[in-house]
DNA sequence: TTGTACGCGTTATCAC
DNA sequence: GTGATAACGCGTACAA
């Protein structure tokens, strides 16, 4: 393999004009690059990948971490950060987080052997406690939907609970007041916060999740049918179905058709996330919108903000709160089944 | 970041030692080892992945070419030559070919700048010229699954036309003598060649594929059932169908279906692979055995030895032949249709 | 516009 | 058993 100087020599100049030549960084006489070029042509050049990598590190960098990169929600994410890295000419190295805490630390210690600068983190698995120590590790590592107090300026968070919240409530003000739920099994932040929310909604109303209306399951298609199975199972009653996200809802729609009942003449269900699949499903799923493209742009402004030169105060919106999407899987109770 | 400078002065040893210690190369006492334990966790060192790689470019580290990950024939092949080269302690770096001529040159050139010594590559679009270069420039690479004359000792391929062949034969000695075949449409060695092997075996009884009895798609489930859509529009007679691979096969045998016609029943189904959906589908699929694991074995040994300091000779096996797997698909006839 | 010289973090080699 | 020192190949201040 021929290296840069062997380019150099052979046309007659310094390696470093060789390095200008290829990256274009400074101007270059235009006798002195056609040589260049004809040797870099002549040779067939190959910069070396790990060569480059390493005099480059200091060079600012971006670092991500994403569970998954094969479900919709982190494709988005991934795809809204690639671009805005593109867009601030920043280099993105991706690290895989999976689905346990050990795999999510690892992957911070994997992005920083890579030299990155700036680091988005989405967590799920991660201990208020570890995340803390990582915070005070890291100076530049900001969290993309997880909300550690003392670090509100670099969190960058979904209300779920509120988002919960409305949403149930959407569904007392159309009448419902039988309801039964299914949340993830997992007990993470988001399950906790939207089984909260869902509630402090009910209980607003003088009702309450009894134990026999709430089902758990995996965080799956699959989850969902199973944990509408063990409802009715329970022989639970009810007119409204909250569920913890999209896809569960997705498998209750099919357990429940499956036992007679149809969606949403009999019940309404209601998702989370609005992913991809709430847009084309039968019937399509009314749902909590969660603006993660938006969210990963400001996670990515504010990590490489972190790690700027000049460290201007900018305002920065931590807080983001999902939005009904009303599709067709529920339904306004008619009046005479209220009263 | 610590670097290993930092360690090596907490430890009060050189950086030489902290080295050592981390990669077990040599042996360090047992006192000293743990002052360097204790400094790296201190600093909760991590080694920079790029000096790393630098430093390690002398290493041998074989490289390997495929089109995709996610295609069952290339998973085997992939994890074949991971646990090769895991077992004969070689780096190992993969590229992605895709589909197409400039793709499959592109990923030897990264190969290359990663510093690769061997590469084993399967191609599908470099013409015979652009392999012939490549073979000539790169001493190491060597060829999975293609055949260029005058480097039979460096190809690793599957007599694809005798193959063909002996399918096309087992038919015949089944009583078939209506005969039609769907193709890959794209003209590569695969295609062409099977298709040859179709095409004698056929003649040898005195038969041959007709115009109308030959239909060629894409090389996917769809292009399957296009394919048979395209011989029925055509009044295409037959009780035999070669198909050029199991994805084709199975495409095919939905569409006869839709057209009322039952696999292996009406009308004989082969595949040619023997992919995981062969041994999975209903009926499971008659196919030809495509021993991939072997070949890729004895591509990564090739590429090996090749850059080996001993260059001792060693026995190559370029030619393998895929053999008949017997399923339900097919089905011998009946003496009375066959008189 | 171009060249020199150094740094990046690690490992191999040779001394000691 | 351990420490200097020299690569590894490229980018880039800094100097010219």
Redesign the interface.
């Known amino acids: 393999?021929a290296k840069i100087d062997d380019v150099a020599k052979l046309a007659g100049v310094s390696p470093a004009t060789v390095s200008r030549v290829m990256n274009g960084t400074s101007a270059v006489k235009a006798s002195t690059r056609e040589k260049v070029e004809a040797a870099l042509a002549q040779l067939?050049y190959?910069?070396?990948?790990?060569?480059r990598?390493?005099a480059r590190?200091k060079k600012t960098s971006l670092g991500l971490v994403v569970a998954t990169f094969s479900e919709p929600f982190f494709m988005s994410l991934t795809e809204s950060i690639v671009a805005f890295a593109t867009e601030n000419e920043v280099n993105l190295t991706t690290a895989i987080g999976g689905d346990s805490a050990e795999g999510e630390a690892e992957a911070i210690?994997?992005l920083?052997?890579?030299?990155c600068k700036a680091i988005v983190m989405h967590s799920k698995y991660l201990s208020v406690e570890q995340l803390t120590d990582l915070l005070n590790?890291i100076p530049s590592l900001v969290l993309l939907n997880r909300l550690v107090l003392g670090f509100e300026d670099r969190c960058v968070w979904l209300d779920n609970r509120v988002g919960a919240e409305n949403m149930a409530r959407r569904l007392i003000d159309a009448g419902h007041r039988q309801f039964a739920c299914i949340n993830r099994a997992e007990k993470i932040d988001d399950s906790v916060d939207r089984f909260a929310g869902w509630q402090r909604a009910l209980q607003h109303h003088g009702m309450a999740l009894a134990e026999h209306s709430v089902a758990e399951a995996d965080c799956t298609l699959a989850g969902g049918y199973d944990a509408v199975v063990q409802l009715l199972n329970n022989k639970a009653s009810f007119t409204a179905l909250l569920c913890y996200d999209d896809s569960m809802a997705l498998g209750a729609i099919r357990a429940l058709a499956d036992a007679g009942l149809s969606v949403p003449k009999h019940v309404s269900i209601v998702g989370f996330n609005d992913s991809y699949m709430a847009r084309t499903s039968y019937p399509k799923l009314t749902t909590m919108h969660y603006p993660v493209e938006q969210m990963a742009l400001e996670a990515g402004r504010l990590a490489l903000q972190r790690i700027a030169a000049e460290k201007m105060i900018v305002q920065h919106v931590g807080r983001y709160l999902p939005v009904v999407i009303a599709r067709q899987s529920d339904r306004r109770l008619a009046m005479e089944a209220v009263s």
Chains 1, 2 share one sequence.
């Open positions: 393999m067939s190959r910069p070396s990948h790990s060569a990598a390493l590190t210690d994997t920083l052997s890579h030299g590790a």
